[in-house]
């Protein structure tokens, strides 16, 4: 199998300037007529790709070809003696019922509907499906309108009628040219809601949700978030919604989170639905964060998109980074930045020191599914916001519109983007480009030296970037810190950004009052690892007195880290300071303003977070000390948390950054109450008194972490009060698949002959298994190798039905160098066994031998 390589791309031989499609609708034989309007741009051959596709006819120029005139394989179509210019017919047909991948055309749960990034289009139609190809999409939809109401596509509504065969025909056009990874039909019938949204430029805009029948009023959150957004994104960055209509559609067979397929948005109903009964804090956040990601994909994707896939990032990372000052601007900005950082510590981190490493813009790919990672996605977004640092946020405004106007309706490049932001402020920004092609996770060490009798202070900084599995080399890179010197004296405190542009580099301050404690990277400023060798009281310090909450974090994750580490080193149990009593007692008795930073701050870090400190990792060490630790803190604080719980009183549940925290920090306390000797009682009166999902939730993850004797009958009642709520039912699967006892693998393999579950549904598999590979560490990583070979079982099994998914789920599998020799062997042999399937997908394909030794 050959991979693809960024150094190969040529440009396309044809364009296509016109792409009407006739889909006539079947659940086994879906008849798609493609009429492709072509244009020669350079000499080559007419090559369409095309998969999985029935051909029935070929026409050029209104003659049908004959059998020798073009020819087929199992993933394209040439056409021999194209011309230079021709109109292109191609009659495919289709089974988007026996369609359970998720990609191109399929059926599922009586809705027809598309998923085309990345390469989706090809299974519709033969087509040039590579997004530098960019035409006006015209789709016209044929159905039985009785089972179908709703008939969707791209674009503005051009007409509608009745065939004479009774059947219906709709027709969509879109003017905005488009490649075809964005091309979205939907049909089915939905719950409809609408409403309209007026734009900075006048434009009146038909808002619409789609969604199963019977959840109308659970779209209304996303139907405020969509308009928050497109509000913003007017204010923030001046850039206006520019058709008459934006559609959004839910449904439940989705492979991730949503598609900005232009004006025709199609979701997975876990991010759209939403009420006061049905969801917690965490899917409101997430429902309107991702509205807004997709909404603002509009300009940054589909008005100014991708060359070629390499570039993802250029789409995603700067998507990412919008949605995230979205998000802090609707919200805390500190808690956003605090959960950004997690996802890049542990996720990010972890991808590049795996066998998948890679840069934001990768260099070679066999199936570009696999490149949707953290990587691209959450490193491209930290690159996006290290340009901003360095730019400032007016720089990097004047950036960005001098990006979108440049490169309006057209396929770029990240050079381009990065070229336009130099170009608009005149800052130098060719080192920084190291960035997209440099994989890996640059380490700084610092060293601080202060001279008392001139009040001079200088900053050693030294930066390496270790090897990863793709390269061996690494260059120094651009790393924007933020730092803050914090004064015993009361002196005011000072922030500085320093520039590290070279391998060792010295910063010098003159004229300090007295000897500076430095906080470091605040805000995290670069997604690099930093290391200092403060104590315990310098970090205590840092995280009681800094004066970005972030910094205090990040502190205590410090503080955590070595405290832990010493543990490790000495197969002791860690000692806590007193200093650290003290602190978590004056954060309970007089909690921050802002009470969901002060949760944060009476957090252990968990599992991965520390896991990525070690090479080996150290599993039942760790596992027990988060344990062990946890009950001494319960003890140690039982008043302190007691009176916290108690002084928190819960008001009618509403959705606000206030209410959050409040929550967050009452059930923080819940979970060291937990393990108490009144815990099985509290936890229970939790569960019973609680009128919102948080609650709930909470109290279910407390009772089956502290092993109370009532978690399997607060379980039960759980389930069989939500038996009817699909997303709901995803929550209580989740919490089963996280007990950490042995027990679990019996109530998993219940759950898999649940009536909820089904192998087919993307969702209900992450559920169960998604969260036992990632919710229990206990379980997954057990020395006897049950849990890794449940979930190679279960790849395996998924993969025949729907390699995206399989894919995405072997991931905790591949990084076997990361555990001991134990661990290792089962891995490897597990790997193997994968290796060895005879009908393995591209997608495992390339992780599993990309993987093995
Ligand atoms: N641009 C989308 C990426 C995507 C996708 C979405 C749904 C199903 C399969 C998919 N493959 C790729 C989502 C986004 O980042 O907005
Ligand atoms: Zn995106």
Redesign the pocket.
């Known amino acids: 199998r050959q991979p693809k390589r960024l150094a190969d791309y040529q440009a396309p031989i044809f364009s296509i300037t016109h792409t009407d499609l006739v889909f006539e609708l079947d659940a086994t034989a879906t008849r798609v007529t493609a009429t492709l309007t072509f244009k020669r741009q350079q000499p080559g051959r007419l090559l369409l790709e095309g998969q999985q596709l029935k051909l029935e006819r070929v026409r050029l120029n209104d003659r049908v070809l004959t059998a020798a005139e073009f020819a087929q394989t199992a993933e394209s179509l040439e056409i021999f003696a194209p011309g230079d210019t021709g109109v292109l017919e191609i009659v495919t047909l289709l089974n988007p019922e026996q369609n359970t991948a998720?990609?191109g055309l399929y059926l599922a749960e009586g809705v027809y509907c598309t998923?085309c990034?990345?390469e989706?289009f090809r299974r519709i139609t033969y087509y040039p499906d590579r997004p530098d190809v960019l035409a006006v999409f015209t789709t016209t939809i044929i159905a039985n309108r009785n089972e179908l109401p709703f008939l969707l596509s791209n674009g503005n509504k051009v007409r509608e009628s009745r065939l004479p065969d009774g059947r219906t025909e709709v027709v969509w056009h879109d003017p905005y040219p488009k490649p075809s990874?964005l091309f979205a039909l939907v049909a089915g019938d939905f719950d409809h809601l609408h409403d309209t949204y007026v734009t900075s430029t006048g434009r009146e805009v038909l808002l619409e949700f789609f969604v199963q029948k019977g959840a109308l009023a659970r779209s209304h959150f996303a139907m405020a978030a969509l308009k928050r957004a497109m509000r913003w994104d007017e204010q923030r960055f001046g850039l206006a919604y520019d058709l008459d209509r934006y559609m959004v559609v839910a449904v439940d067979f989705?492979?991730?989170?949503?598609?900005?397929n232009k004006g025709l948005n199609?979701f997975?109903s876990k991010f759209v639905l939403a009420d006061d009964t049905s969801a917690t804090d965490t899917d409101y956040f997430n429902i309107e964060s991702?509205i807004g990601?997709?909404y603002f994909?509009n300009w940054t994707?589909n008005r100014v998109t991708c060359r070629d896939w390499f570039q993802l990032s250029l789409?995603?990372g700067l998507?990412?980074f919008r949605d995230q000052e979205f998000s802090a601007d609707m919200g805390s900005p500190t808690l956003n930045r605090i959960d950004a950082v997690k996802v890049i510590r542990t996720a990010q981190f972890a991808e590049d020191a795996s066998p998948m490493a890679h840069p934001i813009r990768p260099e070679q790919v066999l199936e570009?599914?696999n490149f949707?990672t953290v990587t691209v996605?959450d490193k491209g977004a930290e690159v996006i916001r290290m340009l901003q640092t360095l730019l400032g946020k007016a720089g990097f405004n004047a950036g960005l519109a001098c990006y979108l106007q440049r490169h309006d309706g057209q396929a770029v490049t990240c050079d381009d983007f990065v070229q336009a932001m130099q170009d608009a402020t005149g800052y130098d920004l060719q080192a920084f480009r190291r960035w997209y092609s440099q994989s890996g996770t640059p380490e700084l060490s610092v060293k601080e030296q202060f001279d008392a009798a001139t009040g001079k202070l200088t900053l050693t900084l030294a930066q390496q970037t270790p090897a990863t599995a793709d390269q061996q080399e690494k260059l120094p890179l651009v790393i924007p810190v933020k730092i803050e010197l914090l004064f015993h004296d009361g002196s005011a405190a000072q922030q500085h950004l320093l520039i590290l542009d070279s391998s060792v580099q010295q910063f010098q301050f003159d004229n300090l009052p007295q000897a500076p404690l430095v906080v470091w990277l605040e805000d995290f400023s670069a997604p690099v690892k930093l290391s200092t060798d403060y104590d315990v009281e310098q970090l205590l310090a840092i995280a009681s007195r800094a004066s970005n909450g972030f910094a205090r974090w990040d502190a205590m994750q410090q503080f955590w880290h070595k405290i832990i580490k010493d543990a490790v080193q000495q197969s002791a149990l860690p000692v806590l300071p007193e200093a650290l009593l003290t602190a978590f007692r004056q954060w309970l008795i007089t909690p921050l303003a802002d009470l969901a930073l002060t949760a944060e701050l009476l957090t252990l870090p968990d599992f991965d977070t520390l896991a990525a400190h070690y090479a080996p990792i150290p599993v039942d060490a760790l596992l027990n000390i988060l344990q062990e630790t946890t009950q001494l803190l319960s003890k140690a604080l039982l008043p302190e948390l007691l009176g916290c719980y108690q002084q928190l009183t819960t008001p009618a549940y509403h959705y606000s950054e206030a209410d959050v925290g409040l929550r967050a920090l009452k059930n923080r306390c819940l979970h060291y109450l937990a393990f108490t000797a009144e815990g099985a009682k509290r936890v229970t009166a939790h569960y019973q008194a609680a009128n919102n999902m948080t609650d709930i939730l909470a109290a279910l993850h407390a009772a089956q972490h502290a092993n109370i004797a009532q978690a399997g009958e607060l379980m039960a009642d759980f389930a069989k009060r939500n038996e009817a709520n699909v997303h709901v039912m995803d929550k209580y699967f989740n919490v089963v698949a996280a007990n950490p006892r042995d027990s679990v693998f019996d109530a998993l393999e219940k759950l898999t002959a649940h009536p909820v579950f089904s192998w087919k549904n993307p969702n209900r598999v992450r559920a169960v298994y998604g969260a036992f590979s990632q919710r229990n560490a206990p379980q997954f990583h057990r020395k006897d190798g049950k849990g890794y070979a449940l979930l190679a079982e279960v790849v395996t099994k998924v993969d025949a039905i729907n390699p995206?998914l399989a894919a995405r789920l072997i991931t905790p599998l591949l990084s076997w160098q990361r555990y001991d020799d134990g661990r290792q062997q089962q891995l490897i042999m597990l790997l193997r066994e994968l290796a060895s399937l005879p009908m393995l997908s591209d997608d495992l394909y390339e992780k599993v031998h990309k993987s093995l030794p």
């Open positions: 998720l990609e998923q990034e990345a989706g990874y989705f492979n991730m989170g949503a598609m900005e199609v997975n991702i990601h997709e994909h994707g789409k995603e998507t990412v570009m599914n949707y996605y995206q």
